[in-house]
Nanobody, 129 residues
Framework: QVQLVESGGGLVQPGGSLRLSCAAS????????IGWFRQAPGKEREGVSC????????YYADSVKGRFTISRDNAKNTVYLQMNSLKPKDTAVYYC??????????????????????WGQGTQVTVSS
C-alpha cells in the first residue's frame, strides 16, 4: 500500500519539544521533495518546512525558523520534523507531503497550490499549559 504516515504528535506545554515522523511505505522517498504543512482550525494551510531530494536544501517558514529542524533518513524512508520551543500558535494538525515533480523546496512549501503526489493523514499537535 502506497502511503505516508505521520506520527509523534501530542499535547505539550509551551517551551516543550516534539519530533514528528513521516514514514513512507510502498515507494521510496529518495526521489521526492518532502514537506511538512500545518493547518489550524479556521486558518489556511501553511508550508512549515521542506527538504530537497538530495542536496540537503531546506526551507522554513518565518514563523518556525530557529525552532524547527527538518531532516531525512533515506535508509529508513522517513522524514522528521524536530520542533523545539513550541508555542501555543504552533497548535495545528501537521501533515507531510511528497512530490516527485516539484524541484525546489521553496516551490514545495510556499508556491505550489495544486495537489501533491502523496499526502499523509495528519497528526495533531497541541501546545497548551
Amino acid at each position: 500500500q502506497v502511503q505516508l504516515v505521520e506520527s509523534g504528535g501530542g499535547l505539550v506545554q509551551p517551551g516543550g519539544s516534539l519530533r514528528l515522523s513521516c514514514a513512507a511505505s510502498g515507494f521510496t522517498l529518495d526521489y521526492y521533495v518532502i514537506g511538512w504543512f500545518r493547518q489550524a482550525p479556521g486558518k489556511e494551510r501553511e508550508g512549515v518546512s521542506c527538504i530537497s531530494r538530495s542536496d540537503g536544501s531546506t526551507y522554513y517558514a518565518d514563523s518556525v525558523k530557529g525552532r524547527f529542524t527538518i531532516s531525512r533518513d533515506n535508509a529508513k524512508n522517513t522524514v522528521y520534523l524536530q520542533m523545539n520551543s513550541l508555542k501555543p500558535k504552533d497548535t495545528a494538525v501537521y501533515y507531510c507531503a511528497a512530490d516527485g515533480g516539484i524541484t525546489t523546496v521553496r516551490a514545495m512549501c510556499a508556491e505550489w497550490r495544486g495537489e501533491y503526489d502523496y499526502w499523509g493523514q495528519g497528526t495533531q499537535v497541541t501546545v497548551s499549559s
